[in-house]
């Protein structure tokens, strides 16, 4: 295993290092290295969540890539009409 050393770290960095150590249990120097693990391995879990968003948003977009969508302004435009022939209520024809 390799040793680490950072330098020039705010004192409020390593402050909070330390309550968030206190915190998990852990020392300071195990509390480093779960960081540092997360941060550039990443959770088994959040991996897998990763993963299979990944996947159902590629399907999705397979479903859906060859077909051609509304723009947000149309979307918009079709919204405001709806909503203006719920307020106006039924036509009577006067």
Same mark, same amino acid.
């Given at each position: 295993m390799a040793t680490l050393t950072v330098r020039?770290?705010? &004192?409020d960095v390593v402050r909070r290092l330390r309550?968030?150590? /206190? ?9 480093? #290295?779960?960081?540092? #693990? $997360? /941060? $550039?391995?990443?959770? &088994? &879990? +959040? +991996? *897998?969540?990763? +993963?299979?968003? *990944? ?6 977009? =397979?479903?859906?890539?060859? =077909? ?5 302004? +149309? $979307?918009?435009?079709? /919204? ?7 307020? /106006? ?6």
């Amino acid at each position: 295993m390799a040793t680490l050393t950072v330098r020039n770290l705010d &004192d409020d960095v390593v402050r909070r290092l330390r309550i968030r150590a /206190a915190e998990h249990g852990r020392s300071a120097e195990a509390e480093h #290295r779960e960081i540092l #693990r $997360l /941060a $550039l391995v990443g959770d &088994d &879990d +959040q +991996q *897998a969540e990763r +993963q299979r968003v *990944a996947e159902r948003l590629a399907e999705f977009r =397979r479903r859906t890539g060859r =077909r051609g969508s509304p723009s947000a302004a +149309q $979307l918009l435009h079709e /919204a405001r009409a709806e909503r203006m022939k719920t307020l /106006a209520g039924p036509d009577r024809g006067d």
